[in-house]
Nanobody, 131 residues
């Protein structure tokens, strides 16, 4: 059974930093692309960052976080990270770890990140940024 458990959310002031973690279990971790999504109440879930399988350097980000957020994996620990710097109030949301449903390398990462289809989800961790 696939399990994704997020941690690391919290409250920070504008300009601050947080690192989110997601420990995965129940499957061969390195075979699947992983991603972070976020959702504000009343709005659609938005893809934030995605990293291809085998933890290679192939990543994609939503434009609003480029240069501020970094997605990475530690395959030895089955853990996905999202380093978030220079946080802004508009980054306030519930952040979800997600595993792509299909194994193998994704050719068009940005296209996959633009949709919530074909992902398995964690329970989420709240990030609140005050001005």
């Amino acid at each position: 059974q696939v399990q994704l458990e997020e941690s690391g959310g919290g409250s920070v002031q504008s300009g601050g930093s947080l690192t989110l973690s997601c420990v995965a279990s129940g499957y061969r971790y390195s075979d699947f692309a992983m991603a972070w999504f976020r959702q504000i109440p009343g709005q659609d879930r938005e893809g934030v960052a995605i990293i291809n399988n085998y933890g290679n350097s192939d990543t994609a980000y939503v434009p609003s976080v480029m240069g501020r957020f970094t997605i990475s994996v530690d395959t030895a620990k089955n853990t996905l990270y999202l380093q978030m710097n220079d946080l802004k109030p508009e980054d306030t949301a519930m952040y979800y770890c997600a595993r792509y449903q299909f194994s193998g390398r994704i050719q068009f990462l940005s296209r996959v990140l633009a949709s919530t289809d074909n992902f398995l989800w964690g329970q989420g961790t709240q990030v609140t940024v005050s001005s």
